[in-house]
């Protein structure tokens, strides 16, 4: 993998090749897309993302102009709603929009190359799909979804998060790349159910917990049964964490996983209903995880109004609540920019 290869070229690459595949599904360039997609693991979401944007352009969206005006009005809308505005002429779409550009082209392609950023970013579209054996699925920013496994377990997936799951005879196991995941296991006692998150290793056969994968390792919450959770190499360090309990498992130190005999469980795990429940939490804290969630970013511009302590229920998508909350209750000043709000003291 190419570590110089920045997301935004990834991106943009997927999306040329999409195009370039809609206007000839050349043998010869599917064999150049397999070896691309397989030079880096982040192509393949990237790929896959591309193209449901791209079908998007089709069904749902307004052209105009070369911008996407339009888009889903909420991911995970049902499917054959109508998401397109008025193009001004009475009708849903201009009645241009996909007439042929120059050189026989529809107008949707060539639109595609300047616009295929700008899309990606606004449609926010999550995505699944499956490989041979293998199970895919990542989450959009704000995006937090519920999926049915084939073997009967359910994961709640939250925002910008992507795994890969492989359901095998003898061995069921879910690869964390980045982000967080809360699994409902069904029990099958022939086949232990393993969460690999970098070096951090979870293992279950019928129970319920989640798994946050961080800078530092990795965070395990169990809300129902037992899990066993290690370090790659210190299988004998394997530390048992029960029903209301949580590990921290920190892959640089020395020690054995961290396993906290309480933890406010339904608080840290209120993403699954869209909600983040502060107890206590610093507002610096609290402006982080909001961040999870959302484009417009919280900045806490005083460090003396970042230590400040907040206790409170909010939508994970509504940060301007929590900022205006801030005001309110500690006298704080409110900025805001297209994707930012400032919050100092004056």
């Known amino acids: 993998m190419d570590e110089r290869e920045t997301a935004q070229a990834i991106e943009a690459a997927a999306a040329d090749w999409v195009a370039r595949l809609d206007r000839a599904d050349d043998p010869a360039d599917r064999a150049r ?33 070369g911008q996407v005006e339009s888009a889903p009005a909420g991911i995970g809308a049902p499917a054959g709603e109508d998401h397109t505005r008025d193009g001004g002429d009475g009708g849903d779409r201009p009645a241009d929009a996909h007439a042929p ?12 190359g300047g616009a295929a950023a700008a899309g990606l ?48 005879p003898e061995l069921r196991r879910i690869t964390l790349d980045s982000g967080e995941a809360w699994f409902q296991v069904a029990k099958d006692r022939t086949r232990p159910f393993v969460v690999e998150a970098g070096d951090v290793r979870v293992r279950a056969v ?40 949580a590990a921290m498992v920190d892959i640089a130190a020395q020690a054995p996983p961290m396993v906290a005999a309480r933890d406010d469980i339904d608080r840290a795990l209120s993403w699954r209903t869209g909600q983040l429940i502060l107890d206590g939490d610093s507002v610096a804290e609290a402006a982080a995880e909001f961040n ?37 209750l500690m006298g704080a000043r409110v900025e805001t920019a297209p994707d930012l709000i400032l919050l100092s003291r004056d």
């Open 33 to 65: 897309l397999d070896a691309w997609l397989a030079g880096d693991v982040r192509r393949r979401g990237a790929f896959f993302r591309a193209q449901a944007a791209y079908a998007m352009l089709d069904r749902a969206s307004v052209l105009r102009g």
């Open 101 to 112: 550009a120059p050189g026989g082209f529809p107008r949707r392609r060539m639109l595609w």
């Open 121 to 168: 970013a606004t449609l926010g579209i999550g995505w699944m799909f499956r490989g041979e054996g293998e199970q895919h699925i990542e989450t959009a920013i704000g995006e937090i979804r519920r999926v049915p496994l084939d073997d009967g377990s359910l994961a709640a997936v939250n925002t910008r998060t992507s795994l890969a799951v492989s359901l095998k």
């Open 206 to 245: 019928g129970t319920a917990f989640s798994v946050r994968r961080t800078d530092a390792g990795a965070e395990v919450r169990v809300t129902e049964g037992v899990v066993e959770v290690w370090r790659v190499g210190d299988e004998g360090d394997a530390r048992r964490v029960s029903a209301g309990s």
């Open 292 to 328: 999870r969630y959302n484009r417009v970013q919280l900045r806490v511009a005083d460090d003396a109004l970042g230590r400040e302590k907040m206790i409170g229920r909010f939508r994970t998508n509504e940060p301007d609540a929590f900022a205006r909350a801030v005001a309110g």
